[in-house]
T-cell receptor, first 114, second 116 residues
Framework: DGGITQSPKYLFRKEGQNVTLSCEQNLNHDAMYWYRQDPGQGLRLIYYSQIVNDFQKGDIAEGYSVSREKKESFPLTVTSAQKNPTAFYLC?????????????FGEGSRLTVL | AQKITQTQPGMFVQEKEAVTLDCTYDTSDPSYGLFWYKQPSSGEMIFLIYQGSYDQQNATEGRYSLNFQKARKSANLVISASQLGDSAMYFCAMREGDGNNRKLIWGLGTSLAVNP
C-alpha cells in the first residue's frame, strides 16, 4: 500500500541525547514536511523539503535538523539543543504540483524526554 | 492575533444527525486556501476537504461540505449523517498565497464525539 511510514511510534530519550525520527514515503511525492503537535495547540511546521538535497526552516526549526538525500526519506533529528522536545511529531508529504494543498500524513511518533 | 480560530473545543452529536464545526480565518491576502483535516485517536491527520478563495461554489466531498462565507471570513465544516467513526479531532487550516507557499496555518482543533 502507498503511504507514509514513521518510526518509531514511541520513543523515550534522556535529556542531552540526540534522537532521529524516521519518515519514509512511497507515494513518489516531491515535498515532505515535519510538524510538531503539542496538547491544546495546532500543528507547527518544523522543516519542509520540496526537492532532494534542499530543505527550508519552518516556524520552529531551532533544535532540530533534517536531511533529504533521497526522495522517499526525510529523517528528523531532535538535538539536545531543543529545550522542550516532548511532543507528537508528524511527517507529511505532498505532490510537487500542490494545487489543493492536500497533505498526506504518517501516523506520528511520540517522543518523551525523561 | 490568531489567523485560524476554532471556537468549539468540544462538540457532541447524535449518530445520524448533522453537525457544524466552526472556523474563522484572518488574512489580507486575496488568494488563499482553506482545509479541514480529521485526526482520529490513531494520530494521523486525514485530509477531508479544500476550498480555494476564488472558488465560486462551496466544496463538497461525500458527507462533508464546507460552508464558505467569504465576507464573514468563515469556513465551517458540515458533516451530514454523523457516524460513530466520525468521532475525532477536526482541524481547520489555511494557506496564504498560492501553492508556492508550503506553510499551512492551523487552528487548535475541535473534538467531536458522536453518540450512539
Amino acid at each position: 500500500d502507498g503511504g507514509i511510514t514513521q518510526s518509531p511510534k514511541y520513543l523515550f530519550r534522556k535529556e542531552g541525547q540526540n534522537v532521529t525520527l524516521s519518515c519514509e514515503q512511497n507515494l513518489n511525492h516531491d515535498a515532505m514536511y515535519w510538524y510538531r503537535q503539542d496538547p491544546g495547540q495546532g500543528l507547527r511546521l518544523i522543516y519542509y523539503s520540496q526537492i532532494v538535497n534542499d530543505f527550508q526552516k519552518g516556524d520552529i526549526a531551532e533544535g532540530y535538523s533534517v536531511s533529504r538525500e533521497k526522495k522517499e526519506s526525510f529523517p528528523l533529528t531532535v538535538t539536545s539543543a531543543q529545550k522542550n522536545p516532548t511532543a507528537f511529531y508528524l511527517c507529511a508529504s505532498s505532490p510537487g504540483d500542490w494545487n489543493t494543498g492536500e497533505l498526506f500524513f504518517g501516523e506520528g511518533s511520540r517522543l518523551t524526554v525523561l | 492575533a490568531q489567523k485560524i480560530t476554532q471556537t468549539q473545543p468540544g462538540m457532541f452529536v447524535q449518530e445520524k444527525e448533522a453537525v457544524t464545526l466552526d472556523c474563522t480565518y484572518d488574512t489580507s491576502d486575496p488568494s488563499y486556501g482553506l482545509f479541514w483535516y480529521k485526526q482520529p485517536s490513531s494520530g494521523e491527520m486525514i485530509f477531508l476537504i479544500y476550498q480555494g478563495s476564488y472558488d465560486q461554489q462551496n466544496a463538497t466531498e461525500g458527507r462533508y461540505s464546507l460552508n464558505f462565507q467569504k465576507a464573514r471570513k468563515s469556513a465551517n465544516l458540515v458533516i451530514s449523517a454523523s457516524q460513530l467513526g466520525d468521532s475525532a479531532m477536526y482541524f481547520c487550516a489555511m494557506r496564504e498565497g498560492d501553492g508556492n507557499n508550503r506553510k499551512l496555518i492551523w487552528g487548535l482543533g475541535t473534538s467531536l464525539a458522536v453518540n450512539p
